[in-house]
């Protein structure tokens, strides 16, 4: 067996124990999925009147427009749970157990992420079913919606290692949710995915326009067809280009984390 | 016979302790060697250096012909850890976490479930084996780390107080599986604070205490080491236990230990038999009923107490009394 065959086979043991993991504890799942649940109420029924995306367009136009950034913001807080997990084995000394195995280093991260990207899916078609009750709809072809999804989820999975680099750094699953916090609201919040934005003071505007989660919504609103009639056209390149700078983020994001986990993985026991 | 494990000089600090201080040990193929040292004394640091978990600051170790810093791969190939603390996964089965190690081993689908069921049998939990183990007990789940310790038949062994939590029975059962994979030509470093255990597996036995070796030998050498004769009393009600202390207290020439529990007292004595018979003599003139008498050479529990003195003595003085020590030492094994 070759040694990539031996990481590959070794993370699908670690992911099928995850998965085993969401069957026994379903209870978590409903907490995954009541918050975007809660958050496309809240905003399309709360801010909905309030948000112009278009000049005089009517409030369902926004709840179009919301969707792909409550999707966007879904996948990034998906993440938190990889982070968890990790400080959770942390603390429980499965990860002792684990590298005291002759399993690859690579193991337990890939298969936590890899297990991760399930709640993601799932969380992203019960999110996508809420839009649909809301008035949410996909206006172009299958292709291009899958592709939609798709992006969704790849981002997801990147981000996810940078939350496992965060988890193995802060073996504590209470830390863990509140530095998550730190980190994900303003990235959520400022970007296009609840406001236009153009409503952004300058300086916000411009973090907005070069940040992934914009881009990341920006091209899956594209790809659904939901970019409300009337529009300004972007200006700045990234959301020009939003499906290639997401994926140039993807890259990145991978590079670095990828390497910089394992390494700390590594060595996690030495607290 | 080649050295199975060979560690020299072996060096941890963390910020304010000195864990380790240039420990060396080495056991020879099939050799059981017994770790032993009161709390705190780097028995589970040297434990997580040889399994690869933790790189020494200073020093050299090789596992089974191969070094820990330069080829951990090849050494946990090797070993079996069973670590202090058991370390199962809450929401699988006894027998997915099992299967998920033999996995892990690269032991192949059949063959990990083949030892799974196999391992559950040896450890007395074929009928839970199917259950979450979150439904286990503290004992049941300290068997489950123990049988992943010892799924892919590992040539060398590392097991970090494996019978603390244990109920006596189990940890009889669990001597029987040591004495086993021993035969079988096992080499096994075994950390304890039961010193009867290290007395029952340990061919050879080290004493650390501040991360250093203070003494190193058989059981039977480190008990000559202390030398000196017991009686040993256990009286019939639990009451008489003050009494027959201020009784053995007039023949005693050392602190008297105490057993609440098992009602059990042990004097140090000088004279032999006569003092052992005049003892007798005078608990029975005071009406205490005597249910077991002996005079006792001595166990590892008096080598360990006496090698390791200082930390005795300092939590008899902070105790103010001198029969407090064994019953601090009980209040810790049932609350581990
Ligand atoms: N991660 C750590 N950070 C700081 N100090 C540590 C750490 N791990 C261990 N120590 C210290 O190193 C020393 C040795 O610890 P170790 O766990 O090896 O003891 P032990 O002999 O296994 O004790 P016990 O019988 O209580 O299990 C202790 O003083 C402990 O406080
Ligand atoms: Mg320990």
Redesign the pocket.
């Given at each position: 067996m070759s040694q990539l065959m031996t990481a590959l086979g070794d993370g699908a043991v670690v992911a099928k124990r995850n998965v085993i993991k969401i069957k026994r504890v379903p209870e978590i799942l409903v907490f995954v999925l009541l918050s975007p649940i809660m958050f496309v109420l809240l905003f399309a029924f709360v801010f909905g009147g309030a948000i112009d995306v278009a000049t005089g367009a009517p409030p369902e136009v926004y709840r179009e427009f919301l969707i792909a950034g409550i999707l966007a913001q879904t996948v990034i807080f998906g993440a938190t749970f990889t982070g968890a997990g990790l400080a959770d084995d942390m603390q429980k000394g499965i990860i002792d157990r684990f590298r005291s195995l002759p399993m690859a280093r690579s193991a337990v991260l890939v298969g936590r992420t890899s297990s991760d990207v399930i709640y993601n899916g799932i969380s992203v078609a019960i999110m996508a079913l809420t839009g649909l009750l809301v008035g949410w709809a996909i206006r172009t072809s299958f292709l291009e919606a899958a592709l939609g999804f798709g992006l969704l989820l790849l981002f997801a999975y990147a981000f996810s290692w940078v939350m496992a680099y965060v988890g193995l750094l802060v073996p504590s699953v209470e830390v863990i949710n509140n530095a998550s916090f730190m980190v994900i609201f303003p990235i959520t919040f400022v970007s296009n995915a609840f406001v236009p934005l153009e409503t952004l003071p300058a300086p916000l505007q411009t973090f907005a326009e070069w940040n992934p989660v914009s881009s990341l919504t920006q091209a899956v609103r594209e790809l659904f067809g939901n970019i409300p009639p009337g529009a300004p056209e972007p200006t700045a390149w990234p959301l020009q280009n939003p499906i290639v700078y997401t994926l140039i983020w993807i890259i990145i994001i991978m590079v670095i984390f990828v390497p910089i986990s394992i390494r700390q993985y590594r060595r996690a026991a030495?607290? | 016979m080649t050295n199975m494990i060979e560690a020299s000089g072996l060096v941890?600090r963390?910020?304010?302790?000195?864990?380790?201080a240039g420990l060396d040990l080495v056991v020879p193929e099939g050799v059981v060697l017994g770790l032993l040292?009161?709390?705190?004394?780097?028995?589970?640091?040297?434990?997580?250096i040889l399994s690869t978990l933790l790189e020494p600051d200073e020093g050299q170790a090789m596992v089974a012909g191969a070094d820990v810093r330069k080829d951990p791969k090849a050494v946990r190939r090797l070993i079996g850890l069973s670590g202090?603390y058991a370390a199962v996964d809450e929401h699988l089965t006894g027998f997915e976490n099992l299967d998920m190690i033999g996995r892990l081993y690269h032991l192949g689908k059949t063959k990990s479930r083949e030892r799974a069921r196999e391992l559950l049998e040896v450890f007395d939990l074929t009928e839970a084996g199917d259950r979450p183990v979150k439904t286990y007990s503290g004992g049941m789940r300290r068997r489950l780390d123990l049988a992943g310790a010892l799924v892919a038949k590992p040539p060398v062994l590392f097991l970090?107080?494996p019978s603390s939590g244990l109920d006596p029975r189990s940890r009889v059962d669990l001597w029987d599986t040591i004495r086993d994979l021993v035969k079988e030509g096992a080499t096994l470093l075994l950390?304890t604070?039961y010193l009867e255990e290290a007395d029952q597996l340990a061919d050879d036995i080290v004493v650390?205490d501040h991360?250093h070796e203070i003494a190193h030998g058989t059981a039977d050498e480190l008990k000559t080491q202390v030398g000196g004769e017991r009686i040993e009393v256990t009286v019939a009600d639990v009451m008489h236990v003050t009494p027959a202390e201020e009784v053995l207290a007039a023949f005693a020439v050392g602190d008297i230990r105490i057993d609440h529990h098992s009602r059990g007292l042990t004097a140090p004595i000088a004279g032999g038999a006569p003092v052992l018979t005049q003892a007798l003599r005078e608990l029975d003139a005071r009406g205490i009923v005597v249910q077991d008498v002996g005079l006792r050479r001595p166990t590892l529990d008096d080598v360990f107490l006496s090698l390791t003195g200082h930390v005795a003595e300092e939590e008899v003085e902070s105790n103010g009394g001198r029969s407090k020590k064994p019953k601090e030492e009980e209040l810790e094994e049932v609350s581990r």
């Open positions: 030495r607290r | 941890k963390y910020k304010e302790v000195t864990a380790l040292g009161p709390n705190g004394a780097g028995k589970t640091t040297a434990v997580s202090q970090d107080e950390t604070q650390i991360g």
